[in-house]
């Protein structure tokens, strides 16, 4: 409000090389602090003065311009394409090739700041010429470096298949995969990232990344103490197993599927969302990958989330990986009901508090979607037994429905169905004549003798 901007602007021309960085320092401090004094900076003409003496200048103002730069860009699209418009891809390009490596970093923030907003800001970077250079970045001895070049590669590949195709084509895997075991946390976290925003396009290129040798190695982030690393880990494993069986296959054959289930088993809350989400992956592929599931005891972790977990889309995460689990075959569906994980979707269907929040009504959805999958394939009489006397209609249908498939060829299961009230329970029913559910209701009731009816 005082005019600073206005007065900063030709100290970044002054004969002093010390004046001129402190100018450029203040600049980048006010452009940071929010959206409209970054709009401000744009505004009064600096960045093209900025750039444009940026080449000559030494490593400290360098490194300063470039935080002006990440500054500015990082608050929006338009603000990025100011920074992309007044030729600053060009100089810090010349910046990532300097000899000091604070001089890298700085300018593959301001990079990273430009290409995470879209994929035409994303492209520009790339057709800069900045993605070799990054990963030459993620080759230099320093840690602080190879964070912020790992993160920018995660996200130029992050927006599409031809934009991770190119950070691929910079030979970027084989490096981003050497430095899963390093000890630094923070770079495991940006290298998983980036291996996940390159591995989830396509087949090929999550083929590319195993084909890295990430496997087995990449297991043991999902036991680390870093819960970011254990995530990224987890989410790396999940974009892989998503494309096909045979990659679920080969994640099953290296110890993934269990050692996943460990990891969800020992984390809470957001980190395990993407250990649930693979597990539904490989089991939707095949039965034999939803088995695979099953033997390596994925099912109780997963009923254990229903119950444990408050994040409506995790609840919802896991009913539909239960689902996924459940809908191959009758012995598939038997597994879910016998872990008796009917009632708990259930309580999640009915919950009177559910309507109103739109995350539970996809928590909703998955659960009666589950138990849809696993009631038409179930013949686990006990565990549907006390489902009739809790489900909502729509559910109790599919209920009644498996009761009059197998009661007509089974006569212990007939004789239980009296004596637990479940005959009782299918008379109080009110269907409509000539419905569906009558029709159901009508043949349980022909598997008895008039009187046990009355």
Known sequence: NSGVVSLLRPLLLDVVPSVRQTAALGLGR???????????????????????????????????????????????????QAVVQCGALEALVICLEDFDPGVKEGASWAFDYIARHNPELSQAVVD?????????????????????????????????????????????????????PNPDAKLKRQVLSALSQIAKHSVDLAELVVEAEIFPVVLTCLKDSDEYVKKNGATLIREIAKHSPELSQ??????????????????????????????????????????????????????????????????????WALGQIGRHTAEHARHIAGANVLPTLLDIY?????????????????????????????????????LLHDAP???????????????????????????????????????????????????INNCYPEEIVR
Do not use: W
């Open 393 to 443: 209609p729509s559910i109790m249908k599919h209920i009644i429905g498996q009761f009059s498939k197998v009661l007509p060829h089974d006569s212990k299961a007939r004789r239980l169905f009296v004596t637990t009230g479940g005959l009782k329970k299918v008379q109080e029913i009110k269907a409509e004549p000539g419905s569906l559910l009558q029709e159901y209701i009508n043949a």
């Open 30 to 80: 006010l452009a940071d602090y929010n959206v409209d004094l970054a709009e401000a900076v744009v505004k009064a003409g600096i960045l093209p003065q900025l750039v444009h003496s940026l080449p000559e200048e030494n490593r400290y103002y360098k490194k300063t311009a470039a935080f002006v730069l990440r500054a500015i860009a990082k608050h929006s699209p338009e603000l990025a």
């Open 128 to 180: 800069a010429g900045a993605v070799p250079l990054l990963v030459l970045c993620i080759q230099e001895p320093e840690i602080a470096l190879k964070r912020i070049a790992a993160s920018t590669l995660s996200d130029i590949s992050k927006h599409s298949p031809e934009l991770a195709q190119t950070v691929v084509d910079a030979g970027a895997i084989a490096h981003l995969a050497q430095m899963i």
């Open 350 to 386: 009915v919950d009177a508090n559910s309507s109103e929040d739109l995350k539970m009504k996809a928590s909703i959805f998955s659960a009666k979607k589950a138990l849809k999958n696993i009631l038409q394939k179930c013949t686990h009489l006990p565990a549907l037994e006390p």
């Open 250 to 319: 080969l994640i099953v054959n290296s110890g993934g599927v269990a050692a996943v289930i460990d990891c969800i088993g020992s984390c809470r809350g957001t980190v395990r969302l993407p250990g649930i989400m693979m597990l539904g992956y490989v089991a939707a592929h095949s039965e034999n990958l939803s088995m695979a599931v099953i033997v390596s005891k994925g099912i109780p972790p997963l009923c254990a989330c229903l119950i444990e977990e408050h994040e409506d889309h995790i609840k919802a995460a896991a009913a």
